[in-house]
Each structure stands twice: as C-alpha cells, then as structure tokens.
C-alpha cells in the first residue's frame, strides 16, 4: 500500500520557524502534486500549500503565501513545507497529500486527493 510518512511537528513560539517533511513510498514522479493541509477539530479540512511534479510549480493560497514554503525532492521522494513567522492560528494537525497523474481534480481540494498520511502536530504559542 502507498504510506506517506510525515514527521517534523510539534511546538513552536509564535513567530518562530518549523519544518514539515512528508516520505512517500514510491516514486513521487507517479503524481500529479504533492500538498499539505491542516485540520483543526471543528473546522473543515484547509489546504495549507501544494507542489505540481512537473516544473515544481507551487500553490501557496490564503495565510501562508509569503510564510510558507513548499519544495519537492524527486529523487528522495519528500515533499517539506517550511513555515515562518508562525501563528497561534496555524495551530492544526498537517496532513500530507498526494493526488495520482492523471487525476482531473485540482490540487488543494481534499476530495480530489488520492493518498493521505497520518498527521503531524504543530501547536504554536
């Protein structure tokens, strides 16, 4: 089965920087885009930022345009987020996504996503 392993949560002051790292199990070249989202209980599930394979192309919507960084790694098969200047309000639990080649869905929206991880913590205050 495909596993999307995520790793690199967990508590940070606000304004502070953490890292976010997703390992597929299979080559990343076999997907359209790689995304992260982020849930906080009660609220619907956001797309934080998504990365196209092809050309690295990002989609940086809403809040973390300017803060947060999305990069790929095809040959480890990684995708990170990196997160600046950090928010109580980015508070969640992030969740890495993967949406399969040839899907006729739009990254960032989570019903057009094929494969999920798990979910890393990221508590900022």
């Known amino acids: 089965d495909v596993q999307l392993v995520e790793s690199g949560g967990g508590s940070v002051e606000t304004g502070g920087s953490l890292t976010l790292s997703c390992a597929a199990s299979?080559?990343?070249?076999?997907?359209?885009?790689l995304a992260w989202f982020r849930q906080v209980p009660g609220n619907e599930r956001e797309g934080v930022a998504a990365?196209?394979?092809?050309?690295?192309?990002?989609l940086l919507p809403g809040s973390a345009k300017g803060r947060f960084t999305i990069s790929r790694d095809n040959t480890n098969n990684t995708v990170s987020l990196r997160m600046n200047s950090l928010k109580p309000e980015d508070t969640a639990m992030y969740y890495c996504?993967?949406?399969?080649?040839?899907?006729?869905?739009?990254?960032?929206?989570?019903?057009?996503?094929?494969?999920w991880g798990k979910g890393t913590q990221v508590t900022v205050s």
């Open positions: 299979e080559n990343i070249g076999k997907y359209n885009c």
């Open positions: 990365i196209r394979i092809l050309g690295g192309s990002a």
């Open positions: 996504a993967a949406q399969r080649g040839g899907s006729s869905r739009r990254c960032l929206d989570s019903s057009g996503m094929d494969y």
